[in-house]
């Protein structure tokens, strides 16, 4: 399973998973029709699902072109976002799998940035390569969504999920929001040196034009305050001695940056 990111809209990313012994592909979230469609035309390879992660037009937006090019494919997303996503037909729950090429991918109920979300987790096939984490909005590099519908505490729970998996994991978000994000995090955890010399290098890859999307888990454990309310740090940056309060004080924070 090859993982091909695709620039949509202003600063949305699309995934397409291209088998290529079969010659089919996958698509995550596809914000706008075309840019998937063409990259198809250039593999010449047949588009068999759709996985969403959420009913954001910013994301479902190239299903029904999608679907009209390619009727024989199948829409995936959560169940609890029945009658909001263009042709749902399968209707995800936490727990389910699913199957693409020689891979299966885990659905993880992740409520916070709406109260439907879902983001979809390919383990490692084998130990020396990595996950792959297609997490919609509700985790970035560097920040995590905003709370469209649902509470701190689901975004809490929600990101400590995602936190469990292991470092090796791809984030595949779909936004480039990485450099804003991590200029934000310097104002609460300006000491974290891991923290520093990650901006540094985002400043420069964005000033070349580079994506920095994936990012890796691990990083983010260390770098991400939206993953880290348990430190001193950041608790004492909001005043919380919660975790709850201080991620959602931080949030609130963010929101306002």
Known sequence: MQVIRLEALSD???????DSQQNIAAVVDPAEAEPVLNKLKELKAELVAIFNTHHHQDH???????MQQFPQLTVYAGVEDRGRIPGQQVFLQD?????????IGEVLFVPGHTRAHIVYYFPPVHNS???????????????????????PEQMVNSLGKLRSLPDNTNVWCAHEY?????????????????????????????SRGEATVPSLLGVEKRTNPFLRWEQPTLQSATNSHEPVQTFARLRGMKDQF
Do not use: M, P, W
């Not at 990595?130 to 920040?143: M, S």
């Not at 990485?178 to 964005?206: E, I, M, P």
């Open 12 to 18: 949305n990313y699309i995934f397409l998973l291209h």
């Open 60 to 66: 479902v937006g190239g299903n029904k072109q999608l």
């Open 95 to 103: 727990g389910d799998r699913v199957h693409f090429a020689d891979r």
């Open 129 to 151: 390569e990595t996950g792959e984490l297609f997490c919609g909005d509700t985790l970035f590099a560097g920040g995590c969504g905003r709370l469209s519908e649902g509470t």
């Open 178 to 206: 990485t450099q804003n994000n991590l200029k934000f995090a310097l104002t609460v955890d300006g000491n974290n040196t891991d923290l520093q010399n990650r901006y540094d290098q985002v400043k420069a890859s964005r």
